[in-house]
């Protein structure tokens, strides 16, 4: 195996683990049996960036915290729609990460609803992948 493939290989491997960490991934089918629309609907709702889907190894998954009991957490297409970056990888960096701000992981501001929670990953989606000065 080449260093190019083993730097791949290694690199799907850390984000199957942070997915697994975060609660795991559902399929298609599973998406569309949870938000009660055709799996055809699943794939309108990615290409009109309402959705995460990440393929690891030929396979596609949607990460199951952009998801509450509701269906699709409250704001984050508009989220998703403001940030910058058109990697998977960089989007769930995004809302995994503890933002020192927030004091919390942005998926959580964003599940928690608040106003003020809300505004602010707002703010953090607009300058994500930027450089702010301080």
């Given at each position: 195996?080449?260093?190019?493939?083993?730097?791949?290989?290694?690199?799907?491997?850390?984000?199957?683990?942070?997915?697994?960490?975060?609660?795991?991934?559902?399929t298609?089918?599973?998406?569309?049996?949870?938000?009660?629309?055709?799996?055809?609907?699943?794939?309108?709702?990615?290409?009109?960036?309402?959705?995460?889907?990440?393929?690891?190894?030929?396979?596609?998954?949607?990460?199951?915290?952009?998801?509450?009991?509701?269906?699709?957490?409250?704001?984050?297409?508009?989220?998703?729609?403001?940030?910058?970056?058109?990697?998977?990888?960089?989007?769930?960096?995004?809302?995994?990460?503890?933002?020192?701000?927030?004091?919390?992981?942005?998926?959580?501001?964003?599940?928690?609803?608040?106003?003020?929670?809300?505004?602010?990953?707002?703010?953090?989606?607009?300058?994500?992948?930027?450089?702010?000065a301080?």
């Amino acid at each position: 195996m080449d260093k190019r493939a083993l730097l791949k290989q290694r690199g799907q491997e850390a984000i199957r683990q942070i997915l697994v960490a975060s609660g795991g991934v559902y399929t298609r089918d599973q998406v569309a049996a949870l938000l009660e629309i055709s799996e055809e609907e699943v794939l309108e709702l990615v290409e009109q960036g309402g959705l995460l889907v990440i393929e690891l190894g030929g396979e596609h998954g949607f990460p199951k915290w952009q998801f509450d009991e509701n269906g699709i957490v409250p704001r984050f297409a508009e989220i998703l729609g403001i940030l910058e970056t058109s990697s998977p990888v960089g989007v769930i960096r995004f809302f995994l990460s503890q933002s020192v701000v927030l004091g919390c992981p942005p998926i959580k501001a964003l599940k928690s609803n608040m106003p003020n929670q809300v505004e602010m990953v707002r703010l953090l989606a607009q300058q994500f992948n930027q450089q702010v000065a301080r």
